[in-house]
C-alpha cells in the first residue's frame, strides 16, 4: 500500500496557463477574477483601479467595478488521492483526508485494523463521514471545515465556530455540506441557463452571419441597380440631347434657308439690272425718241421696285441662332432632383414596421414617394429590444446579458429619409408679452371655418381670436381674465371649435382642470368635468358634437355630449404612453403617443385598432388633425419642423413635407381649410405654414414655386 501523502497538491495544468490578462506574467496564486473570466494580478488591478475606478478587460471590452472582482477559484483545487496520488473524489471528514473512489477501500481498511470487531459498513457509518464534497481545511486547526454563517459567508471548523462571534450572536448557521448542495443546484440551474443563452447566441450568431451574406448579396445588386439607374438617366440624358440638337438644327436650317433666298433675289435683281442696263443702251443708239421716253417710263418704274427690293434687304441681317446653358443651375437642378427621387437608407430588418411603413423584407427598398417619380420602394422600420430574467448568483456576472442588451437597446428614434418636400412658414404670430397680439404660453390652438385663428394663452389666463386680411394679422377678440368662478379662466391649456354650433371648447389644467364652453363672441355658457378630469392634455369635437378629452399620465380618454354629460370614460393605461393630441372622425378616435413616436386609433369603447407612423417617421408627435381631403396629419418636431400624412383607414403613408426649421418647444398645431399648418412655439409665437394636399401635379407646382422663391432669396 502506498504511504500517504498529506500536503494537498494542485493540479499543474491550470496553475501554468493562467497568466494576468494585462502584464501576461504567468502565475498560480495571487490572482483575481474578472467578470469577463479572465484574470488580473494585485499589481495591476491597483494600476487599473487607480486610472479610472474601474477595471477594464483589454482584450473583452468589459469593465469590472470593485465591489465586483472574485478570487481566483481555481487555487482551491481538491488535494489528490493520498494513496495513488490521483485526482481526489471523495473525502474523510473524520480523518480529514482525501482519496478516490479506488482507494476508498484501502481507506476503510487502515480502520477495520485499528478498530476490530466492526464490518465496514459500520465503521463507516460510526466513524468515517465520507463525502463527495471536499469541505475545505480550517487554517488554523489542520481540521475539516462544517459549518456555515449565511450571514458573514464564512466557513467555520468545529473548534472555529464554538468561539466565534457568529456563534455568539446567534447567526443563522448551517451545515456547510448542506450549503455547498444547496448552491451547487443552483449553480447547475445557472449552468443550464448559460447554456441555454449560449444556444440563442449560436443562433443568434447564424441569423446575422447569414444576414451578413443576405447583405453582401444585397449590395452586389443595389450597385447593379444604381448603375442601371444612372445608365437610364444616360440614355435619357442622350436622347434629351438628339432631340435638343435636332431642334437646334431645324432652326438653323431656317435661317439658313432664308439667307439662301434673299441671296438668289439680290442675284436675280442684279441680273435683271444688267439686263435693262444693256437693253437701254442699245436702245439709245439705235431707236427713236418716243421709243427712248417710253422705254424710259417702264426703266422708272422698275428702278423703284428695285430701290424698295434692296432698302428692304440693307435693313435685314443673316439671323444666328444663340445657345445659352447656365451649367450651375443646371447641375444644381439635378443634383436636387436625383436626391429627390433615388436616396440611400439604412433600415434595419428582422421586425415588423408599423402602419404607415410600407415593409417588405425581401424586396429593394427605399424612401417613397418623391413627387415625381412613382418608385417600387419604401421603408423598413426595425425596433428591438431584450429582457432577461436569470437566477441571482453570489458575483451577478452576466456579462452576456449584458452585452446582448447594449446591442439591443437604442437611445434615439431612428430617422428615415420620407421623401419629404421642403416648405417654409409664411407668417408669424405674436411675441412675448401681455399686451393684445402677444402671449405669455400659447399652448392651444385651434381654426373656424372661415379661417379665425383662436388661441389659448396659457399663463395670461385668456383666449385671442385673430384674423388674417390681405396677409395682415388683426386681432379680432379677447376675452378671459384670472379666476374659477363663471366667466374667468385658470390656466387654459387647450382649445376646439364646434363648427357647427360656433361654440370655443377650452380645458383648463390644475388645479380647476375643467372643460368650459364659450360662444364665439367671447360669452360664457357653461363648465363641466371638473370631477372627472385629472390632467387634460388633448382636445377635439367630433361631427356629433361630442367633447373628447385625452388625459396624459392617467392615460385616459374621456368623451363629453354637447351639453357636458360624461358619454365615456376609456382607460388606456396599458395601451398609451404619453398622449398629447386627438382627433376624431367617422367613429375612430386617432390619439398622437409622444413617446411611442406613433398615433393609435381606438373606437368608442376603448378598442385599439391600429398604429399609424411609428419611429423613424413620426418620432415625438406633436399634434394630430385632418386635411380638408380627409387624410390623417401628424406633426413633429425632431430634429425639424415635418408633416406626414397618412390615408386614416390604411395608414398608409402618402406624402410630406420637412421645414429647414427647427422650433423651440411646439404645444399643438390647428389646420385649417385651406392647407396652412398653425404652429403653437413655445417662443411665444405662432407659425403659419402652406402646404400642398392635392395631385403630383399640384405638389410638384408647389415644389417648384418654392425652389423658385428660395432661389430668389438667395440671390437677393
Not at 478516490?100 to 485494523?113: G, I, V
Not at 358619454?567 to 376624431?584: H, T
Not at 403617443?593 to 413620426?618: S, W
Request: include cysteine; hydrophobic fraction near 35%.
Amino acid at each position: 500500500m502506498p504511504a500517504p501523502s498529506t500536503s494537498p497538491s494542485v493540479e499543474g495544468d491550470d496553475a501554468s496557463t493562467k497568466s494576468c490578462i494585462f502584464c501576461g506574467r504567468m502565475a498560480a496564486s495571487k490572482l483575481r477574477l474578472l467578470t469577463c473570466f479572465c484574470f488580473s494580478c494585485e499589481t495591476c488591478i491597483a494600476d487599473e483601479l487607480e486610472k479610472g475606478g474601474r477595471v477594464m478587460c483589454p482584450r473583452c471590452k468589459v469593465t469590472t467595478d470593485n465591489n465586483r472582482l472574485c478570487p481566483d477559484f481555481l487555487s482551491e483545487l481538491k488535494p489528490k488521492c493520498i494513496y495513488c496520488s490521483k485526482q481526489s473524489k471523495l473525502t474523510c471528514t473524520v480523518c480529514n483526508v482525501n482519496f478516490c473512489h479506488n482507494c476508498r477501500e484501502s481507506h476503510l481498511s487502515e480502520s477495520e485494523t485499528a478498530l476490530p470487531g466492526f464490518s465496514s459498513f459500520k465503521r463507516e457509518s460510526t466513524y468515517h463521514s465520507i463525502s463527495e464534497l471536499w469541505l475545505g481545511v480550517c487554517e488554523c486547526h489542520r481540521s475539516t471545515l462544517k459549518y456555515y454563517c449565511k450571514l458573514c459567508e464564512k466557513a467555520f471548523c468545529s473548534y472555529q465556530l464554538e468561539f466565534s462571534m457568529c456563534h455568539k450572536l446567534r447567526h443563522d448557521i448551517e451545515l456547510l455540506e448542506d450549503a455547498a448542495k444547496s448552491k451547487l443546484r443552483e449553480s447547475a440551474a445557472t449552468t443550464n441557463n448559460f447554456l441555454n443563452l449560449q444556444n440563442d447566441i449560436d443562433l443568434l450568431n447564424m441569423s446575422w452571419i447569414s444576414s451578413l451574406n443576405y447583405h453582401k448579396n444585397s449590395q452586389v445588386e443595389k450597385e447593379i441597380k444604381i448603375r442601371q439607374s444612372f445608365e437610364k438617366m444616360s440614355s435619357l440624358l442622350f436622347a434629351m440631347e438628339q432631340e435638343f440638337l435636332q431642334h437646334f438644327r431645324n432652326e438653323c436650317a431656317t435661317q439658313l434657308k432664308s439667307t439662301e433666298q434673299n441671296i438668289q433675289s439680290i442675284n436675280s435683281v442684279k441680273s435683271i439690272i444688267s439686263k435693262a442696263m444693256g437693253y437701254t443702251s442699245r436702245v439709245q443708239d439705235q431707236c427713236s425718241a418716243a421709243s427712248i421716253i417710253r422705254l424710259q417710263n417702264l426703266l422708272n418704274k422698275q428702278y423703284r421696285e428695285f430701290e424698295k427690293i434692296i432698302i428692304q434687304l440693307k435693313t435685314w441681317s443673316p439671323p444666328e441662332v444663340k445657345f445659352a446653358a447656365d451649367l450651375e443651375s443646371l447641375e444644381k437642378g439635378m443634383r436636387s432632383h436625383v436626391r429627390n427621387c433615388m436616396t440611400i437608407v439604412t433600415a434595419r430588418e428582422n421586425a415588423i414596421a408599423p402602419i404607415g411603413r410600407p415593409s417588405s423584407r425581401k424586396a429593394s427598398r427605399s424612401p417613397s414617394p418623391s413627387p415625381f417619380l412613382p418608385t417600387d420602394s419604401d421603408l423598413d422600420q426595425s425596433s428591438a429590444s431584450t429582457s432577461s430574467s436569470r437566477p441571482a448568483t453570489p458575483y451577478d456576472m452576466d456579462v452576456s446579458l449584458q452585452m446582448l442588451a447594449a446591442l439591443a437597446t437604442q437611445q434615439q428614434p431612428p430617422v428615415y429619409d420620407m421623401g419629404r418636400m421642403s416648405f417654409s412658414y409664411f407668417l408669424k404670430i405674436g411675441e412675448f408679452g401681455t399686451g393684445p397680439q402677444q402671449f405669455t404660453e400659447p399652448n392651444g390652438v385651434a381654426v373656424f371655418p372661415e379661417g379665425d385663428i383662436v388661441v389659448a394663452d396659457t399663463n395670461n389666463h385668456r383666449i385671442q381670436i385673430f384674423t388674417i386680411v390681405d396677409g395682415k394679422v388683426l386681432l379680432k377678440r379677447l376675452f378671459g381674465v384670472m379666476g374659477k368662478g363663471d366667466g374667468q379662466l385658470l390656466y387654459p391649456n387647450r382649445v376646439a371649435v364646434n363648427s357647427q354650433s360656433r361654440e370655443i371648447i377650452i380645458t383648463e389644467r390644475s388645479p380647476t382642470h375643467q372643460v368650459q364652453v364659450y360662444s364665439e363672441f367671447g360669452d360664457f355658457v357653461r363648465k363641466f368635468g371638473n370631477d372627472i378630469l385629472e390632467h387634460p392634455r388633448g382636445l377635439t369635437v367630433d361631427e356629433a358634437g361630442n367633447v373628447i378629452v385625452v388625459e396624459c399620465k392617467v392615460m385616459r380618454i374621456v368623451v363629453f355630449d354637447r351639453l357636458g354629460n360624461l358619454v365615456a370614460k376609456l382607460d388606456c393605461k396599458d395601451k398609451l404612453d404619453f398622449p398629447n393630441s386627438i382627433c376624431a372622425r367617422k367613429g375612430r378616435l386617432y390619439v398622437s403617443d409622444n413617446r411611442a413616436h406613433c398615433v393609435k386609433v381606438f373606437d368608442y369603447f376603448g378598442k385599439k385598432l391600429q398604429e399609424i407612423g411609428g419611429p423613424g417617421v413620426t418620432n415625438y408627435p406633436i399634434g394630430v388633425g385632418f386635411t380638408p381631403s380627409g387624410q390623417l396629419l401628424v406633426a413633429d418636431n425632431h430634429n425639424n419642423f415635418n408633416i406626414s400624412v397618412f390615408d386614416p383607414i390604411t395608414g398608409q403613408y402618402c406624402y410630406g413635407y420637412e421645414s429647414k426649421v427647427k422650433h423651440a418647444q411646439c404645444f399643438d398645431i390647428a389646420l385649417t381649410n385651406d392647407f396652412s399648418v398653425i404652429v403653437s412655439s413655445k417662443d411665444y409665437r405662432l407659425y403659419v405654414y402652406k402646404y400642398c394636399d392635392g395631385t403630383i401635379e399640384q405638389r410638384i407646382a408647389v415644389w417648384m414655386m418654392q425652389n423658385k422663391q428660395s432661389e430668389s432669396s438667395g440671390k437677393n
